[in-house]
């Protein structure tokens, strides 16, 4: 069933688990989500995100999400992660997403609060919940790698200035987490977790979650975070599928789809089962 991000997270928070969020960038990804989601009886959020759009299209990624998410027999949440323009998240209200993630994160903050607080307001309205980044969640590699990110990590009391003044219905967090591939392992800040969740008293998000250790995300969740995001995970996890199916001999992509499916759904199953939320659905 389609659902918002409150449908998902509060619960979420109240249980001390986590809901998944997984980009979906090809049905095969979509499928493998969704059906494992099913099997696990678990509450699952599912996207894309703005940098991911060269790879496919904002409106062919709702052509398939939304339909599945309709039939899926557990709650399914349609999400439009990191929208940069104001643009791209009018065309993912538009088309039927039921959760925004406007990123605001790289502006002052007294531009991030008012550009979050415009687009929730219209949001709420349609029963469209958002989700905001205070801090700046980096990447470990490329353009947008921090040179210091401990700079850019997320202020408890800050936070809670944002929170009110937004009325975000979720909270992104810079806490040492980083989107990609980790070259070291990361050392996230459970303490600045849990202050932010005491305070603001809403679902909070950790972007870059691929790649951290199974203490990493139980301590998180347990601190207070309720959506995790996931994408560089079941991606290679794809590509490995694929990449088995060559090895045994096949040669055309209606057979390696098979390897492809069953690859990501192993990975998006040890997700679910680390974050707690089967069962929940």
Not at 23 to 50: D, Q, S
Request: charged share 25%; with cysteine; aromatic share 6%.
């Amino acid at each position: 069933m389609l659902v918002n991000m409150n449908d998902v997270l509060l619960p979420a928070r109240k249980g001390g688990y986590a809901v998944g969020f997984f980009n979906a960038v090809n049905v095969e990804m979509a499928r493998a989500v969704i059906e494992t989601a099913e099997e696990l009886h678990a509450p699952v959020m599912i996207g894309t995100a703005e940098i991911l759009l060269p790879f496919t299209e904002l409106n062919l990624v709702a052509d398939y999400l939304i339909p599945m998410a309709k039939k899926a027999k557990v709650p399914v949440c349609v999400h439009y992660d990191h929208g940069l323009t104001i643009e791209r998240c009018h065309e993912a209200m538009e088309l039927g997403f039921t959760s925004i993630m406007y990123d605001c994160s790289t502006a002052d903050y007294e531009t991030n609060v008012t550009s979050l607080a415009s687009i929730t307001k219209e949001c709420h309205a349609r029963n469209i919940t958002v989700e905001g980044e205070l801090g700046h969640v980096g990447d470990n590699a490329g353009a947008g790698k921090l040179a210091h990110p401990s700079d850019y990590y997320t202020d408890p009391e800050m936070a809670v200035d944002f929170v009110k003044k937004t009325d975000v219905d979720a909270l992104a967090v810079a806490v040492g987490n980083a989107h990609g591939d980790y070259k070291f392992p990361p050392k996230l800040d459970f303490d600045r977790i849990k202050v932010i969740a005491q305070s603001t008293k809403i679902p909070l998000v950790l972007h870059g979650g691929s790649g951290l250790s199974e203490h990493d995300f139980k301590t998180a969740i347990r601190e207070g975070i309720a959506k995790v995001n996931i994408f560089t995970d079941i991606d290679k996890a794809g590509r490995n599928g694929i990449a088995e199916g060559i090895l045994t001999g096949e040669n055309v992509m209606t057979k390696l789809m098979d390897y492809e499916i069953r690859a990501m759904k192993e990975a998006v199953k040890q997700k679910i089962l680390l974050f707690g939320s089967d069962g929940k659905a």
